[in-house]
C-alpha cells in the first residue's frame, strides 16, 4: 500500500492555460474524491467517482472543471482557460466502499498558483 | 443549510489537554470524522462516530451527541508535534461525500 500519489505537487501557469492533474488512489479503492482547499479554511468537494462512474459534481463547479477516471483507477482533474481564483490546493482522496467508516485517504495535493 | 462550526483557533500547553468542539447542522446524518492536517500537508484520519457516545484511540478522543448535533475531540498529553489544524466533517448520506468545517488551528506552547 503505496498511499493515494498526486503528480504534481506544484503547479504554476499564467492565466488562460489549461492545466491537467493527475491522482492515483490507493489501489482496491474504488471512491475517488477531489477537493479543493484554500488557505484556512476546509476542503471544498469538487467530484467524486465510484469505479469509473462519475457520480456527483459540486454545483459550484464550473464548465471549466472536467475530471476523469476512465479505467477506474487513475484519475485527472483538467481545468480549462483558469484563473487567478483557481489558486489553492488540489487534493485527491480515496475510500473503500464497506461497512463501517470508509474514511477517506488523501493524497499530497497539487498546489497551483495562476499568475 | 449545511453548516459546521468550530473555533478559529485555540492554544494550549504542551503537556496538558484541550478539547476542541464542533457543532453542525447538516440535512442528514451519517457519521461525523475528524482529521489532522498539519501546515501545506494533506488532511490525515483521526476518528469516526456514528452513535452516541465518546470513542477513545490512544492519547485522541472523541464523543458525539447526534441530538444536539455536537461533537468534540479530546487530545490528552499534548505534544508540540500536535500542532496543526483539525478537521471536522460530516457525512449526510450514503453518497460519502463529505461537508467539511474550516477547521481549528491548535497551537502548542512549551
Known amino acids: 500500500d503505496t498511499g493515494v500519489s498526486q503528480d504534481p505537487r506544484h503547479k504554476i501557469t499564467k492565466r488562460g492555460q489549461n492545466v491537467t492533474f493527475r491522482c492515483d488512489p490507493i489501489?482496491?479503492?474504488?471512491?475517488l474524491y477531489w477537493y479543493r482547499q484554500t488557505l484556512g479554511q476546509g476542503p471544498e468537494f469538487l467530484t467524486y467517482?465510484?469505479?469509473?462512474?462519475?457520480?456527483?459534481k459540486s454545483r459550484l463547479l464550473s464548465d471549466r472543471f472536467s475530471a476523469e477516471r476512465p479505467k477506474g483507477s487513475f484519475s485527472t482533474l483538467e481545468i480549462q482557460r483558469t484563473e487567478q481564483g483557481d489558486s489553492a490546493m488540489y487534493l485527491c482522496?480515496?475510500?473503500?466502499?464497506?461497512?463501517?467508516?470508509?474514511?477517506?485517504?488523501f493524497g499530497p495535493g497539487t498546489r497551483l498558483t495562476v499568475l | 443549510g449545511q453548516n459546521i462550526d468550530q473555533p478559529t483557533e485555540m492554544t494550549a500547553t504542551e503537556g496538558a489537554i484541550v478539547q476542541i468542539n464542533c457543532t453542525y447542522q447538516?440535512?442528514?446524518?451519517?457519521?461525523l470524522f475528524w482529521y489532522q492536517q498539519h501546515a501545506g500537508e494533506a488532511p490525515t484520519f483521526l476518528s469516526y462516530?456514528?452513535l452516541d457516545g465518546l470513542e477513545e484511540k490512544g492519547r485522541f478522543s472523541s464523543f458525539l451527541s447526534r441530538s444536539k448535533g455536537y461533537s468534540y475531540l479530546l487530545l490528552k498529553e499534548l505534544q508540540m508535534k500536535d500542532s496543526a489544524s483539525y478537521l471536522c466533517?460530516?457525512?449526510?448520506?450514503?453518497?460519502?461525500?463529505?461537508?467539511w468545517g474550516a477547521g481549528t488551528k491548535l497551537i502548542i506552547k512549551p
Open positions: 482522496a480515496s475510500s473503500f466502499r464497506r461497512g463501517g467508516a470508509n474514511e477517506q485517504f
Open positions: 489501489s482496491e479503492h474504488n471512491r
Open positions: 467517482f465510484q469505479n469509473e462512474a462519475q457520480l456527483e
Open positions: 447538516t440535512s442528514g446524518f451519517n457519521g
Open positions: 462516530n456514528v
Open positions: 466533517a460530516v457525512r449526510e448520506d450514503s453518497n460519502y461525500q463529505l461537508i
